[in-house]
């Protein structure tokens, strides 16, 4: 049996099928990180997006009910070197193949993803379709398919992965705050993260208004990561510019860092091949402290690095950069209490040097009351380990 992975630019890689057979298109990207495969499919910012996995085997420990950080697969096809043959896990509840197959998510296993990701890198990331059993064609009709497929700059795709309707996350222990967060297509380990220190957080449409985000009287504000391009995020970004102007806190990450930057009047832009893994290093400017942070984006704020600048809600700066490209990473204003980061606090899979975050969002909405907390609203590093002790190792 045999299958192809078909570029836009003409580029063929030939391979056997994994997962489900048929056809399937979507913006071809590649993710570098070792582990966190079963988060990496479930997370809805892969939407639309075809993943290839740069690390040899995928597969080894298979898939567990415990990890998925959303109730489906969103990526669109899936590329491995070398899958595994058996499952080596005491969570395992079925093999990788089997789950591709169930969720009907077409995927290729090929000999040469350093190929392709070495030409994605040089190219950038392109359409792609993935092609076996029945959908099989002369190589020419499958490109030109590829060439028909829509592209991912100009996708407005928040709304079709959002929860269609409002749902609660308890706390975890005593409850300390109400936070409304705005699913722009948030992982599941999030809103979690928030409840381990005492959050009430109540998940919200992307469609949500600034006026149905602020009847829950909420102690602070979240946006969270999603799919598509931020240019046409115009109703979220009407939302959070009601939300800063009623002072609330409020804190993004992913794609709620570009609309945060949006809602300041800055611009967004498409990555070459964008920053996709759990290897990458962040520093943040005003510490010199680096973080290596997990990532998922193929869009980024233009800013001004250095310095402060001017927007409608007073002066912001640009908190956190990548070490590899340099581009915006975070973002802060310095006289209302919000910020957003590029990247992944959350951590799932990934690692937890950036766990601190939430901790500095929690002391935005205590000063906010006119309490302190002991922790750094500025650094998000606190004084006492009463939270450290949260953090799991789920996808570490």
């Known amino acids: 049996m045999t299958a192809v992975l078909v570029l836009e630019d003409g580029r063929v890689f030939h391979g056997t099928p994994y997962g489900a057979e ?11 990180g070792m582990t966190g495969y079963q988060e990496t499919l479930t997370d809805p910012s892969y939407h639309r997006q075809i993943v290839a ?16 950080e959303s109730s489906r697969v969103w990526v669109a096809g899936y590329v491995v070197r070398e899958p595994a043959r058996i499952t080596s896990s005491w969570r395992s509840k079925r093999s990788l193949d089997e789950y591709l197959r169930e969720q009907g998510v077409v995927g290729i296993a090929i000999p040469g993803t350093r190929a392709l990701t070495r030409h994605l890198r040089e190219r950038g990331a392109m359409r792609a379709g993935v092609f076996s059993g029945p ?34 996350v308890p706390a975890i222990g005593p409850k300390r705050f109400t936070v409304a967060a705005v699913d722009l297509g948030i992982k599941a380990m999030t ?4 409840a381990e220190r005492g959050c009430e957080v109540h998940v919200l449409p992307a469609w949500s208004t600034a006026a149905d985000i602020l009847a829950l009287n909420p ?8 799919p598509g391009d931020p240019a046409t995020a115009d109703g979220p970004v009407e939302a959070l510019r009601g939300v800063l102007d009623a002072g609330t806190p409020f804190f993004g990450i992913c794609f709620g860092n570009q609309v945060f930057g949006r809602a300041l009047g800055l611009g967004t832009y498409k990555l070459r091949y964008g920053h996709r893994g759990v290897n990458q290093p962040v520093q943040d400017r005003r510490t010199g402290k680096v973080e290596i942070s997990a990532h998922n984006h193929g869009f980024a704020v233009q800013a001004p690095l250095d310095g402060a600048f001017d927007t409608p809600y007073g002066p912001a700066e640009v908190s956190h950069v990548n070490l590899n490209d340099d581009c915006v990473e975070g973002l802060r204003l310095l006289d209302r209490p919000a910020f957003s980061v590029q990247y992944h606090p959350e951590a799932a899979a990934g690692p937890h040097d ?6 500095r969002f929690c002391a935005l909405m205590e000063q ?9 609203a500025t650094t998000g590093t606190t004084a006492s380990p009463s939270t450290s002790t949260t953090e799991g190792s789920k996808g570490a």
């Open 191 to 194: 809103p979690h993260r928030m």
């Open 22 to 32: 048929g056809e399937t298109f979507g913006e071809m990207v590649f993710n570098t």
């Open 354 to 359: 950036s766990a601190g975050l939430f901790d």
């Open 368 to 376: 906010a009351r006119g309490t302190d907390s002991g922790v750094s």
């Open 53 to 68: 996995m740069t690390a040899p085997h995928i597969g080894n420990t298979g898939v567990n009910d415990e990890d998925p």
């Open 219 to 226: 102690d602070g504000v979240f946006f969270s990561n999603g």
């Open 135 to 168: 959908a099989l064609a002369p190589v020419e009709e499958l490109l030109e398919r590829v060439r028909r497929s829509p592209a991912m700059e100009g996708a407005d795709l928040a709304g079709e992965v959002s929860t269609p309707r409002p749902y609660v």
